[in-house]
């Protein structure tokens, strides 16, 4: 299967990928992943986007093109997730015409509904092991004392106001694409508000359902 997975920032995009890549062996394509790689290695494409992360703001499409499509051939044979990609129109028929002209077909796009308060929680409260890349949130799952403290980090991306700058891109730039992804009928709209395994169970039925269809 190869699915985009839709949604604001905290939506769960990202643990979700995690879980359907281990269990049902797909690519994990992050485009959040790749771009906080390129600023970590101060690549000239990381300290372009450095400032539009960190305000929270979308890095500009012809920077996030590329990145993406290169990714993406990387698994042109293999089942994969998007996870932050697309995010704008333009992204998206960039996106079309890459598969179109590739004969990648996408299975579904699943888009994850959360409310702006659960969000907010979500965001404010996640830490992360700047070593390893793993997500803690500070009540449902805090780091472990066995972690040195000196390794787990807040992204400047979920201090207050850059939080409330991409919850504003997202219902300004990205949220309308739903509409281009329904009026293809490629739309899943799930529940992304529940335990880890609740939401799993939620997208890989509604994957299945669209399978059969
Ligand atoms: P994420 O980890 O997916 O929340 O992405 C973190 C940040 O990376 C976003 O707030 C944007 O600044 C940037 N970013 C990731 N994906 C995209 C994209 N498809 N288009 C533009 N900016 C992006």
Redesign the pocket.
């Given at each position: 299967m190869r699915l985009i997975l839709f949604g604001p920032?905290g939506a769960g995009?990202?643990t979700q990928a995690s879980l359907l890549k281990e269990r049902k062996n797909l690519a994990h394509i992050?485009?959040?992943?790749i771009?906080?790689a390129a600023m970590k290695s101060e690549s000239p494409l990381g300290d372009e986007?450095r400032s539009?992360?960190t305000a929270?703001?979308?890095?500009p499409?012809t920077l996030?093109r590329k990145l993406?499509e290169d990714a993406i051939a990387r698994h042109d044979n293999d089942d994969f997730i998007l996870?932050?990609?697309?995010?704008?129109l333009q992204?998206a028929e960039w996106l079309d015409e890459y598969l179109a002209d590739n004969l990648v077909r996408l299975t579904a796009v699943v888009s994850l509904k959360v409310e702006d308060f659960i969000i907010i929680d979500r965001l404010s409260k996640r830490r992360v092991n700047k070593e390893t890349g793993e997500n803690y949130h500070l009540d449902f799952k805090p780091p472990p004392v066995d972690v040195p403290s000196k390794l787990i980090m807040q992204r400047r991306?979920d201090l207050p106001e850059a939080i409330q700058t991409?919850l504003k891109?997202y219902r300004d730039v990205t949220l309308p694409l739903e509409e281009y992804f329904k009026s293809s009928g490629r739309l899943i709209e799930v529940d992304g508000v529940g335990s880890m395994e609740a939401v799993y169970e939620r997208i890989v039925a509604g994957v299945a359902a669209r399978e059969v269809a």
């Open positions: 920032p995009k990202g992050s485009t959040g992943e771009i906080r986007a539009f992360v929270g703001k979308l890095v499409d996030v993406a996870d932050g990609y697309p995010r704008t992204q991306d991409r891109e």
